[in-house]
């Protein structure tokens, strides 16, 4: 009897990994523990008043009200600091930070270069300068400048953690745990570096580490959603899912909490059972986002598994209505078409659509050579199947599907060699039976 394509589950299809992040992970999210920008060497607004001379007093004034918030005061201020001493250094990298700030790269970049050419060597400018490169995507140039701005001053903070950030934005994790090690041994309270430490380890396989230090993170700053939110999706990974569930709860009571921590909550809530709260708790999530698809596809995922597949279907919709780009969600509406052996014409354009967005995952081939078969076309099916079987080489299912398309082709030479090699390989896979069944007719 031929098995439909299943859906695919919510903990295959979401990866547990880092938060998307930019240049500046850990610095955007503990910008009370990191400092705002690039002001100083410590990325300490405060210990940056070098500024001895006539437009010392105003650059004070302006360094207050960064502190405060008031961006116009500060603009007013460090201006009035360079109408008094145009040659100043500190003035113009705090115009930098208000550039930064206001999504100006332009602006920003004059006002470091400028500060460049009044002081090439010094590691605040050069720090500023890296994260300018940063953000303009120019990642080998600002690699290199954040590296010498670190060596100009060893107790700069501030190069440390956005060299490390670019790295771990680029994947090289186990590269980027050195340098917030050093931030830790200038400053052991640097709130930001143990949370980026901890993410870090996670992600070079070091869980245990990982808990202790986004644990030092939340003591540190205990009203830092995004620290609890690490923590759970570690503690998922760790399948202490009590313990996951302990810190998903704390993000959520953090208010307003943002979609991530909502996420990370239903999911530890089915992963400990509680499946009806796991539903409520995405219905939080998409009140948090009204605009975000993931609270819908989650909740279709979840129905799907449960058998409601009419609820399923309205969820994936509404997913596909917010965002055209989920694969998942198509996918996974091909796959109740073919359960219910109906729309498949429909079907196949979403599972065409899918494999489209995402041509290299096995399943969503797989369902694609499932819908064609199910119309009959044979031909296009055994391509879909072959994609799937060797995008996921160690499936026996795949494999197997991949020898009985070859067969319904016609191709019964090589669907023998196929279906004998899954049976020797795994002679007890789910679909066992079946494929000896099939390899007697060859």
Request: include cysteine; hydrophobic fraction near 45%; charge should be positive.
């Amino acid at each position: 009897m031929r098995r439909p394509a299943h859906p695919i589950p919510p903990r295959a299809a979401q990866p547990r990994g880092l938060i998307a992040c930019g240049v500046i992970l850990a610095l955007s999210l503990w910008a009370g523990a990191a400092g705002a920008g690039p002001l100083g060497a410590q990325g300490d607004p405060a210990r940056t008043g070098e500024q001895a001379g006539p437009g010392d007093a105003a650059y004070r004034q302006a360094i207050d009200a960064m502190v405060r918030e008031d961006w116009a005061a500060a603009d007013r201020a460090f201006r009035e600091s360079l109408r008094l001493q145009p040659q100043a250094v500190p003035a113009r990298l705090g115009l930098a930070e208000l550039a930064f700030r206001k999504g100006d790269l332009a602006q920003a970049g004059r006002h470091i270069d400028e500060a460049l050419r009044l002081d090439p060597e010094r590691s605040e400018v050069l720090a500023a300068k890296g994260r300018h490169l940063a953000l303009q995507g120019k990642l080998t140039e600002a690699a290199n400048t954040l590296a010498k701005a670190a060596e100009r001053d060893p107790r700069a903070i501030r190069p440390r953690m956005d060299l490390a950030d670019m790295l771990v934005s680029r994947g090289e994790h186990r590269q980027a745990l050195d340098l917030y090690r050093q931030v830790l041994a200038i400053d052991g309270r640097h709130a930001g570096a143990r949370f980026a430490l901890g993410v870090a380890l996670r992600e070079t396989g070091d869980r245990e580490a990982a808990v202790r230090e986004l644990r030092a993170a939340i003591g540190l700053a205990p009203e830092a959603v995004r620290a609890h939110v690490e923590l759970a999706r570690t503690e998922f990974q760790r399948r202490r899912f009590t313990e996951a569930l302990s810190a998903a709860e704390a993000a959520v009571a953090l208010k307003p909490a943002p979609l991530e921590a909502w996420l990370v909550h239903a999911d530890a809530l089915e992963a400990t059972g509680r499946v009806d709260e796991a539903l409520r708790s995405l219905g939080s999530a998409a009140q948090a986002a009204p605009r975000a698809a993931a609270p819908h596809l989650r909740t279709g995922m979840i129905e799907h598994q449960r058998g409601r597949l009419d609820a399923a279907e309205q969820a994936y919709r509404r997913a596909l209505d917010l965002d055209r780009r989920q694969p998942v969600a198509l996918n996974n509406l091909a796959a109740i078409a073919l359960a219910r052996k109906t729309g498949l014409a429909e079907a196949e354009g979403w599972a065409r659509e899918a494999t489209r967005l995402n041509p290299r995952a096995a399943h969503l081939q797989h369902t694609l050579g499932e819908v064609l078969r199910a119309q009959g076309k044979s031909a296009d099916a055994l391509v879909a199947y072959e994609a799937a079987a060797s995008l996921l080489p160690g499936d026996a299912r795949l494999a197997f599907h991949h020898g009985r398309a070859l067969a319904e082709a016609g191709q019964k030479g090589r669907a023998r060699e196929v279906v004998r090699a899954v049976l020797e390989k795994d002679p007890n896979f789910a679909d066992a039976a079946d494929a000896r069944r099939l390899l007697e007719t060859l």
